[in-house]
């Protein structure tokens, strides 16, 4: 008979991410990890600057909000952990990736068709 799945706690979790390095990539990184009812759920933070005003002093960003079940396996927070810092990695290569002076693949909750058209 297979056994049920340990129960983490929010420490327990936080002890699993406490292991983890992202190399090189990113200034202050973190994972912020907050609990509500039987979920928990998980950020990557860092800081960085402002991209359209380079001078800024860096400040602090944060990505999407990750679902983490107290039923998880260690394997499931450090996949769930990677996968939070891929896509702020690729949140930042859209914002960053410029043809012709335009952004390509940043754009405006409210795009059109033709905002679409690379010119």
């Known amino acids: 008979m297979p056994q049920p799945k340990k129960a983490y706690s929010l420490n327990a979790v936080r002890d699993v991410l406490d292991h983890i390095r992202i190399r090189e990539m990113y ?41 983490l079940s107290r039923h998880t396996t260690e394997e499931e927070i450090v996949s769930t952990a990677y996968r939070a810092v891929e896509e702020v990695t690729l949140s930042r290569l859209r914002d960053r990736f410029v043809y012709k002076g335009k952004s390509v693949y940043n754009f405006p909750i409210s795009t059109t068709p033709e905002d679409l058209r690379i010119k």
């Open 27 to 67: 200034r202050n990184p973190l994972f912020l990890l907050r609990e509500k009812e039987e979920f928990m759920f998980l950020r990557f933070g860092y800081d960085d600057i402002d991209i359209d005003d380079p001078y800024t002093l860096p400040s602090p960003r944060l990505g999407r909000s990750w679902v």
